[in-house]
Structure formats: C-alpha cells, structure tokens
C-alpha cells in the first residue's frame, strides 16, 4: 500500500500557498469581510503559515440553499476566507494521494471532468456497443455527503497518510460537523470522491462492469443483461453497508435502454447529469429547457440585464450546444438575445475588474 509523508511541508510551502491564496481572492473579493485579505495577496500568504499550523473550524451557521440544477433543497457550511485558503492548501498537498487510483470515469467537482466529458464517453458507449448497452442499472447514495460516517473515513485516511500533523488537521477539517462531510468545503468535494474510489474498483474489476460511470453519488451501469444488473445492484449494497457505512437511495432501477426498431423508439432513456440520452441523440432535461425558457423571458424584460443573469444565460447556451436542441435555440433563444453582445458585455466587465484590482 502506497502512504503519504512530510504532507503538511508541501502545504506549507511559498508556491501552494501563493497559489491556494491567489484562487481564494478571486473568488472571495466581492465579500467584504474577506476584501482586506484578498486584496493584497502578498502580506495574506506571510499570515498563511500561522492560519495552518494554528487550524481550528469557526463556529458556522449551516445555510438551506436550492440547488441551481437539480433544484433539490441542500444544507451547505460557508467557511471562512481563512478556512478557504487552508482548505486549498491541503487539498493541493493531497493531489497526489487523491488522484493515484482514481477510476477513470468518475466525473463532478474534479478539474477537467465535468459532465460534458462524461457525456462524451456515454454517448460514444451507446453508439459503439449496442449489446453491452441494452439495459441500465441506475442508483446513488441516499444523503451522501451527510453520512459519510467520520470513523470509517479517518481509518482509510491514516492508512494512507503518515504525517500527524497533517492528519490533525484533516481530522480538525472533518470535525466541523458531527457526521458526514459539509457541502461548501473545499475539502469535502476531494474527500467524497476518494472515499468511494474502492467502490469503483471493486464495480469495474470485480463485478466486472462492461460500462460504468460515476458523477459523484450518482451512478450508471450499462450491461447485455438485466439479471446480472440485479445481482450488481445488491452486492454494490452489500458493499456500501459493510465497507463504507452508505446507504443505497430506494429510488434505483434496472430497465431497457433506449433501442429503435421500424423508426420507432422503445425502452426508456438515461435521465443522468442533466441531460436525456437516447440511441441516437442527447436532449436536455424538460426541468432545465423550461429554466432556460424562463430565464429568457425574464431578461427580455428587464431594460439592462445584471452581470448574474448574463453569465447564466451564456452558461445555459453552453448545454444547448452540447446537446441535440438546437431547435430550442432558434425557437426561444435566437429572436430575443444577441449573444455576441452579451459576451462583449462580459469581457468589458472582466477587464474593468482587472484594472480596479
């Protein structure tokens, strides 16, 4: 087994720190209790050191939020500018813990694996491999940030890491909540993931999945038979129980995918990351279509849209070119936004930013 030391010298070190405060302050200066330190990045990293060694989680208020996508209600922990920069700072130091092992097809909150590259290798299985793409197994974990039990995830990370100090400060990170890890931590995003890297290897090497991806808790597992899906679905729970302290959500499913016959579709589609994958074609959710839809009615009404509102327009249009809706574009979109406009705007804004910082 591969361990881990002197971690907490790299989190220590001029370049993790000078970068782990310079992405902090980009994010962080338009909040005026973090505007002293995020202002002036060269006296925040002098204080950075102190800010590690001396770690301890401030009291938080949890914060409900609706999620932007899903539209789930969500309890997430905000920290603090000083938090942040920690939290960066140990993630950086655990890259290589954190990447060495990682399963090739887990996708969320891991730079350069979003959904658009998930649904790339998705739409490439369905169309090369219609055996092994007949039918879906679809599932994720009930609440699973929220009880990720900190027992089990401590003894995995002392296995790993042989620097107290760092562990120390991971375990202090941890403890901000009693159970489970905290949405809004840096931390938490990196952690959740490799928590469930020995799930990974055990559906892909074990069990023997053809086809089988990750986005964070979600889960898909494409097979040629709906039997064998059946009896993968309640060893992965046995798995989850025994081995990580999880919990299956009820709401799982085996059916047949998708498959056109006489020009005719049958079976079901795959509803997963937010977009609808068919046999031969990807379609956004109805949810998001009718966001976007609103969203433009809503600007057109408005005699100068908000910086907020462009930005997640153009975000918007980035799914409907990924997609096969571009019906949707020149439908409700085209007629009302001029979005060579609103890109300028926001180069403008970007630039003027630049020069006031």
């Not at 031969?280 to 433009?296: A, E, F, M, Q």
């Not at 910086?307 to 975000?315: K, M, P």
Request: a positive charge.
């Amino acid at each position: 087994m591969h361990s881990y030391n002197h971690l907490i010298d790299v989190a220590l070190s001029d370049e993790v720190i000078k970068k782990s405060v310079h992405k902090v302050s980009l994010k962080r200066k338009k909040y005026r209790k973090s505007r002293k330190y995020a202002s002036n990045e060269e006296r925040t990293c002098e204080l950075v050191p102190s800010w590690i060694i001396n770690y301890h989680n401030d009291n938080h208020t949890p914060k409900i939020i609706e999620d932007g996508t899903t539209h789930k209600i969500r309890t997430i922990i905000v920290p603090t500018f000083k938090e942040l920069v920690v939290q960066h700072c140990v993630v950086q130091a655990l890259q290589p813990m954190f990447k060495r092992g990682m399963y090739e097809h887990t996708y969320a909150s891991i730079p350069n694996r979003g959904s658009h590259k998930a649904k790339k290798y998705i739409e490439k299985w369905i169309a090369k491999d219609k055996k092994n793409c007949k039918y879906v197994l679809k599932m994720d974990i009930r609440h699973f940030f929220d009880t990720i039990p900190h027992d089990i995830l401590k003894e995995m990370l002392a296995k790993k890491i042989h620097d107290k100090a760092m562990l120390n400060l991971l375990f202090e990170i941890i403890d901000v909540t009693e159970v489970g890890l905290p949405l809004g931590f840096y931390t938490s995003q990196w952690l959740s993931n490799w928590y469930l890297q020995g799930l990974d290897h055990y559906i892909k090497e074990d069990l023997k999945a053809v086809y089988y991806v990750r986005y964070m808790d979600d889960m898909v597992i494409f097979g040629s038979n709906k039997r064998e899906l059946h009896k993968m679905r309640v060893l992965i729970e046995e798995y989850l129980n025994n081995k990580l302290g999880l919990n299956l959500k009820g709401n799982w499913q085996v059916y047949r995918f998708d498959y056109i016959k006489n020009n005719k579709h049958y079976g079901r589609d795959l509803d997963f990351m937010g977009f609808r994958f068919f046999r031969n074609k990807t379609i956004l959710r109805k949810s998001i279509l009718r966001r976007l839809k609103h969203k433009v009615q809503k600007i057109r009404k408005k005699f100068k849209p908000t910086i907020y509102d462009i930005r997640q327009l153009l975000s918007y249009n980035g799914w409907l070119k990924a997609t096969d809706t571009y019906w949707m574009y020149l439908d409700y979109i085209k007629p009302y936004v001029n979005f060579k406009k609103l890109k300028k705007r926001i180069s403008n804004y970007d630039k003027r930013k630049e020069v006031i910082v």
